[in-house]
Every structure is written in structure tokens, then in C-alpha cells.
């Protein structure tokens, strides 16, 4: 799956991904009334809304995109119609030939670790039959319970040429509380770093692992030495654009062959029609805007990688 | 919530907590045989066969605990139809007057985590209407993101009066990589337990506070300590039985007033059936043998509690 992430970032010019993390204040009245119209005021009409507002934004950036990440809280948080709502997402971005990065952050010892694997990105057998609940391409994981929580999501990549990437170093304002703490004198992302480059290191592509990183765009500097601790890992740097992350930060995240990472941003494509800049769309055409606040994005970072020293 | 886990402690004299980690090799084969007859080898049938087995364990065991822990990756991994099993077993313990800790073990950055807060233990709004989607009354909650990632949930515990178990130490074999890792002279897990008292100091019960933390059975020393560091959390504490810990080894992860501590049991409960001790009951009753892993259990901390020095 990485090669084929890669392939596409090629095809695109766009080390891209767009962030489907759909809060309800996000979603234009029309779209909400016309799903509350059909399902009332419910869990179901909250996941008729998601969805209607999911599938217009893909249909309106899909071409100039190589994934989107939707982020599974945001479906979560309504209920069984917010995952089924995740689910028609997942299976429709795969329609359009997108990859999709599962964000689920999950983690957990090795039996259980193994049940959400097998749930995102492999199968699971009941009887004779084998089924893909979820089918991601990647999903994010979190390494707090180190090399046996993190081993059998590595296994089922493997088995499945799936990818992960692991949470590393994050963009929030207080990621460095534990993250950044010195052991022997190097900050605790390093280590997680050097595991990532560790786990990734018998499960390679091409060119690059199916295991890769997070690494906040909010960190630049971290991201510099990061990158050259796990040079065979892409990176995943969400953190652009909303939370502070400038297109000439984010030059140190890749490699010398221009490749090695790939930028989320979520509102300030989805919501794009919030900001001055875009406001020229107006709410009905909000999808529009998205797109050209991707194509601006495109440029941006095209700009950074070429003018990097 | 933390008020009425203590309180059913103190009525059954079982400081308890049943992991419903329902494994498809757990499950009897005349349930499953009946589930696939109805729904076919479908995610539908493996989700009912879940969820029959659930219902006669906790028809078997209600009265003798105060809670139980449902493990969401188990259900996660059958997808919806899995994720529908999980509902129905947090409402059925409900109805059956249980604690339900969800465990989860998520953790994100601010507004995402507020999204998983808000769908588990919180209410999300719909329009004009609110609802609580899976309603659990505490969760497991990663730290790794530090504390604005922590922050949402302690916020909806303080609105909602539920509560936490936020990882410190976790029972794996490997938790160690990390968590044990020095930091000025002093291991991660302890920093975490620091932050854990800090989080839970302004969000009070009558006598302990509704942020709790996870610390493994299997390491009975430093569960030592941390009862020190965190005297008003209680502590959630996995790894008895099938993982390796004792009832003799658990004694240190309460306060001198014989609370402080809820210690969890999943397989070897939930699997009685499968072991010599408990055989005499056949595949038929496995829920009778659960009963008894259960009265064993409680006798077993019960006198470790009472001989601990």
C-alpha cells in the first residue's frame, strides 16, 4: 500500500492528504436541514449529514489528491449511524481509487492490539467465512505499551501490505509533557523514532516501509531529526494550516528524493469556506472551495520543496 | 460515578471488575452453532453469539460485582453489526444495575479527544436534541499526548460525574520499553501517575477522586509507589490470572481503608469453563463456571487484603 500512496503522490505532484473530520459546525445549514428533513434530529440524521457533506468534498478533490484520513473520533462520537457513516466514507473514498489512513490512534496489549488490526486493516473469520470490517489502507497507532502492543498491527501489514503510521511526535500544544522528556539525554520521540525505524525495518516496499510516523508540522526542528532517524519511514505531519504549520516548515519532513512525507490538513480544507480567503464560494458551493484551498496547498508545499536550501 | 463504583465495592465485598473480552474461541459451541443459524456466518452472527454469551455471563455474575469491563477492540473487530454487541452489552449491565468501565484506551489531541469524551461518556448535540451514544460510566483513556489530550475527558467527567482510568503502567510484557524509561532519575510511569493525581485533583468524589489509573498486576512494586503518588486514584489493575498476577501481589495497590484499587479478570472468568479447575461444569454451563472463578477470586483478594502486612 505504500507504493501505491507513493505512485499516487507522484501522479498528483500533491504529498497530500485530506483530513475527513467533519464537526457539525462544519457542515452548511442545507446539507443538515435536507438530512434532519429525513431523519429528524438524530444520531442518524447527524450521520446522513457527515456523510452527504464527506461525499461532496471527495467528489470535488479526489482527482488532485492520494488519500484522505478520516479521523474516527468525529464518527464516533454519534453513535453506531457516526461509524456506519465512517464506514460509507472509507468504502466510497476506495471507489475513487483514494487511499485511506484510518486515523484511530488505537493501542493496546498484543491480543487486543491483534482484534483492532484484524478489525481496520485485515480480516476476521467467523465460521468458514473471512470478512474486512473496517478495510483502511493505513490506521494510526499509538506506541505508550511498546513493541508487543504495536507488533501484531506490523503483522498484519505484512500479511496484508497494509501500512501504519505511529505516533511519534504530535502536533498538540502539549505534546512534549511526556514526548520530549530526556532519557540518557535524547527526548523520548527519538526513541519511539528509532523503534518506528526498528519495526518498519522487515516489512519494507519498494522504497519505502509500510511503517511509517507522526510527527506534528507544529515541530519542524524535531522533524529534521526525526526524518534522519527513520530514513525509510514516511511521515505523516498533520498540523498544517489550523494548528500553526507553514508550507516552508514542513521542507525538513522529506527526503532528498522529495518524497518521505505526507501533509494532512482537515479544516482548513473542509471548512474552507469559513475563511476570508474562500468566502467567495459561499456556503452552498463550500466543496469548491475545498478544492481550491487544496490546489493552494499543493502550490505551497511544491514551492517549500523547491526552494528548500 | 466513582461514589457508586465504592459503594457497590463495599455491598459485595468484591473489589472486581469482569473483563467482557469475548474471544470467538471463548464462546461455546452450541451458541455459536445457534447464532450462525439465524444470522449465518456473518459479522451479524459472530456479534449475536457475543452478545449471548455476554448476557448469561452476566446473568450468572451481577450479584456478585460491582462493575464491568467491557473491551471495545473485541467487538471493533466485527465491525458495525460488532460495535451493536458493545452497545447492547453497556446497556443490558445497566439494566442489571453494573458499573461499565469501557475500555477503550483512547487519547488524541484536544478537539478529538472532546469528540470521544463527548460519544462514550458525555452527550453529543443533534439539532434542537441530545443524546448519549454508548453511555459507558468510565473509560481507559493514553496519556501519550500529555495533557490537553486528557483534558477533555476530565472536563466531561467533572459535567457528567463519571470518570477515568488513564494508562500508567500497563501489564504487557514489553510496557516497560517505554514507561520504564528514566527520566531525572525517575521512570515515565511515575511522571504520568503525578500527572494523573494533578488531573484528578479538582474533580472529587466523597472519599476518591473520578480520575483513576490503569496499573498491571504483574508489576506489584511499582504499583507500590504508585498508590503513593496518586492516594485519591483509584486504580484500575489488569493482569490478574491468565496474565500472571496474584492475589498475594495485589495487596499493595490499596489504601489502608481497603479500597483504592479494582482489579479486573477476563479470560480467567470468562473462559472458567476451559480450565481444569472449573471442567466439571461442561461447555453447557460455562456461565455456572464463571460464577465460581468469580466467588474464588473474590475470596482470594479477600484474604490477601486480609494477611497483607
Known sequence: MIDKLIEKIEKTH???????????????????????????????GAAEAIWQFNKEIV?????????????????????????????KTVDYCHEKGLVVIGDIKRGDIGSTSAAYAAGHIGTVKVGSKTYMPFSED??????????????????VCREEKK??????????????????RLIDGRPLYELVGEKVAEWGADCMGERYSYIGAVVGATYPEMGKVLRKIMPKSFILVPGYGAQGGKGADLAHFFNEDGLGAIVN????????YKQEEYAKFGEEHFAEASRAAV???????????????
Do not use: C, W
Not at 438530512?35 to 444520531?43: D, P, R, S, V
Not at 493505513?138 to 503483522?155: A, H, I, Q, R, W
Not at 490546489?295 to 536550501?309: P, T, Y
Open 163 to 180: 501500512g501504519l503510521f505511529i505516533l511519534v511526535k504530535t502536533s498538540n500544544p502539549s505534546s512534549g509533557e511526556f514526548q520530549d
Open 59 to 87: 467528489d470535488n478533490t479526489f482527482d488532485l489528491i492520494p488519500a484522505v484520513k478520516p479521523q474516527i473520533a468525529m464518527y464516533e462520537q454519534f453513535g453506531i449511524p457516526g461509524l456506519q457513516a465512517f464506514k
Open 265 to 272: 490538513s482537515s479544516r482548513g480544507i473542509i471548512a474552507a
Open 295 to 309: 490546489e493552494a496547498m499543493q502550490k505551497d508545499i511544491e514551492s517549500a520543496l523547491a526552494n528548500r536550501n
Open 14 to 44: 500533491a504529498p497530500i492528504v485530506v483530513g475527513l473530520d467533519p464537526m457539525m459546525s462544519y457542515i452548511p445549514g442545507h446539507i443538515q436541514q435536507k438530512a434532519f428533513a429525513e431523519y429528524g434530529e438524530t444520531l442518524e
Open 138 to 155: 493505513f490506521v494510526t497507532v499509538n506506541p505508550y505499551l511498546g513493541t508487543d502492543g504495536v507488533k501484531p498491527f506490523v503483522d
